[in-house]
Nanobody, 130 residues
Framework: RAEVVESGGGSVQAGGSLRLSCTAS????????MAWYRQAPGNDCELVST???????YYADSVKGRFTVSSDNAKNTVYLQMNSLKPEDTAVYYC????????????????????????WGQGTQVTVSS
């Protein structure tokens, strides 16, 4: 079964750090672009970061300088290192993989663009308390 599975979410205090993982299986991870989105209940879906296998990375302005995306092709895993977390980072974080193109512009909408990706994870909750 081809899928992506997120892990690493949790609860931290403001200023803390978390590292999210997205592990792919059943498809060619090393040629797939990857993306992280987040959405809190009642809030819009926001593109957080994208990662292309050619090394290009994109970050939303809201996380630039605090979040870092990286990958380990040997493990078929992409990571999102989140530092200096703020309460407004609280959301469910979703990993997405394998789209026709890689977003490198801001994206905020009422619904996440699942239709653009072949693989969409179940999400992992990140809660940041003040």
């Amino acid at each position: 079964r081809a899928e992506v599975v997120e892990s690493g979410g949790g609860s931290v205090q403001a200023g803390g750090s978390l590292r999210l993982s997205c592990t792919a299986s059943g498809f060619s991870f090393d040629v797939s672009n990857m993306a992280w989105y987040r959405q809190a209940p009642g809030n819009d879906c926001e593109l957080v970061s994208t990662f292309s296998q050619d090394g290009n990375k994109y970050y939303a302005d809201s996380v630039k300088g605090r979040f870092t995306v990286s990958s380990d092709n040997a493990k078929n895993t992409v990571y999102l290192q989140m530092n200096s977390l703020k309460p407004e980072d609280t959301a469910v974080y979703y990993c997405a993989a394998d789209s026709l193109y890689t977003r490198r512009q801001p994206f905020i909408a009422t619904a996440c663009p699942k239709y653009e990706y072949n693989y969409w994870g179940q999400g992992t909750q990140v809660t940041v308390s003040s």
